[in-house]
């Protein structure tokens, strides 16, 4: 069992930075695949970036790449997603999420979610 918590939204003016960390709690934290995805306003949930147990492999959304970097900290149970040159469209609850293997976290396909937080990025 893995429960998420995300912490680190607000409010930036567009261009901004903002960072974002997910804590786990249980002991096979570093088990797991995690991700990042969010959901705006009237919009279905979308991926963000994903990165591998290891470490070793990361993957974007093309909407975020070059601007957003998902990295973790196994030895604190830790994911981050540090959201650079934000723009308005990044507008949107963002949530944690883990799956036991990579390419299911990229596919939507998660055992764990995480509450969300609320990133607003005004004009």
């Known amino acids: 069992q893995v429960q998420l918590v995300e912490s680190g939204g607000g409010l930036v003016q567009a261009g901004g930075s903002l960072g974002l960390s997910c804590a786990a709690s249980?002991?096979?934290?570093?088990?797991?695949?995690m991700g990042w995805f969010r959901q705006a306003p009237g919009k279905e949930r979308e991926f963000v970036a994903a990165i591998s147990w290891s470490a070793d492999s990361t993957y974007y959304a093309d909407s975020v790449k070059g601007r957003f970097t998902i990295s973790r900290d196994n030895a604190k149970n830790t994911v981050y997603l540090q959201m650079n040159s934000l723009e308005p469209e990044d507008t949107a609850i963002y949530y944690c999420a883990a799956a036991i293997i990579t390419k299911r976290v990229v596919a939507g396909e998660l055992d764990y979610w995480g509450q969300g937080t609320q990133v607003t990025v005004s004009s």
């Open positions: 249980g002991r096979t934290f570093s088990s797991y695949a």
